[in-house]
């Protein structure tokens, strides 16, 4: 992890911080790119799935996703359209050509309890960062602070919750993990609406069954993205954990919980978003 310019990056999977936060701050864009945002650990590839399986009008999965943060100009630039790309950086680093309100943008949250949690596991599995430490409150405090790969959670929710008021020229759709997990059919129309597709009630259902966690994963492990296996100390199932709602209360002390609610409640007493913890 390195800060740069007041943000901390994963830098060990980002060649050169500088140059490519310039590089995608400048990228062309094309009309109908969509853009998921979130914090990482959200739900972001589960998302992904859902819109790259909409936008093509069938159900199967996307075997190659689109890292903004991570791969270079030149595999967007020959991917096809329309392209969908994963980012979890800084909304002010977004490429400026979004202000033309051309591309849609959405944005996935989730309760950061189990964000933590999910955010733990996938560390300690990442090739380049060798942490083996235990979860405990140390490493919920750090998260708390924002002192890991891709900064605060809480300063990610905050931006993007102002985000129709700071960017209203951009079509924006906000989403959540707790909803897509109790209600995934009618998410992901919701999802559909957003995009522009009048999909067929019969593909939304098959859309909601393929992308549950047990189909989504299962493919994963038939067919794992290559680029994962880069990252990951052993193989390339690093996104597909546990898919649930309240993990987090098998790894939290009765005192973590307490600190962690403290911290909550003081950072987001200005916040309007309401999150839901379990079930
Ligand atoms: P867990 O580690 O709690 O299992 P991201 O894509 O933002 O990195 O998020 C990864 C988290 O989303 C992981 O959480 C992963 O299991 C969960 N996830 C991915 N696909 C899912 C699905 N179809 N249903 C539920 N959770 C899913």
Redesign the pocket.
């Known amino acids: 992890m390195k800060s740069y310019e007041g943000f901390n990056y994963p830098y060990e999977i980002m060649d050169n911080i500088g140059d490519h936060l310039r590089h995608i701050r400048d990228m062309e864009l094309r009309d109908d790119d969509v853009f998921i945002t979130?914090?990482?650990?959200?739900?972001?590839?589960?998302?992904?799935?859902i819109v790259y399986m909409l936008l093509r009008d069938h159900t199967a999965y996307c075997r190659k996703h689109h890292l903004l943060d991570v791969e270079s100009m030149d595999v967007f630039n020959n991917a096809p359209s329309p392209r969908v790309f994963?980012t979890h950086i800084p909304i002010d680093r977004l490429p400026w050509r979004l202000s033309q309100g051309r591309v849609k943008v959405i944005n996935?949250t989730?309760n950061p309890k189990?964000?933590v949690?999910?955010h733990f596991?996938?560390v300690k599995r990442l090739a380049m960062t060798a942490f083996d430490g235990e979860f405990n409150y140390s490493y919920v405090d750090k998260f708390l602070r924002g002192d890991v790969p891709y900064d605060s959670w809480f300063r990610s929710v905050l931006t993007w919750e102002k985000f129709p008021q700071t960017h209203p020229e951009v079509p924006f759709l906000m989403m959540n993990?707790e909803d897509?997990?109790t209600n995934?059919r009618q998410e992901i129309e919701k999802v559909a609406i957003f995009l522009g597709k009048t999909t067929d009630g019969v593909v939304l259902d098959e859309i909601a069954d393929k992308?549950?966690?047990i189909?989504?994963?299962q493919d994963k492990v038939d067919h794992p993205d290559p680029l994962f296996d880069t990252f990951s100390r052993d193989g390339p199932q690093i996104?597909?954990?546990?898919?649930?709602i309240g993990?987090w209360k098998n790894w939290f002390t009765v005192a973590d919980n307490e600190k962690f609610d403290q911290v909550y409640k003081e950072k987001m007493a200005e916040s309007n978003l309401i999150f839901r913890f379990s079930l």
């Not at 979130?38 to 799935?49: A, D, L, R, V």
Request: proline residues 5%; positive net charge; charged residues 25%.
């Open positions: 979130s914090y990482p650990k959200s739900g972001t590839h589960w998302i992904y799935e994963i996935i989730r189990d964000v949690v999910s596991c996938f993990y897509m997990k995934p992308c549950s966690f189909k989504t994963h996104i597909y954990r546990k898919g649930e993990d």
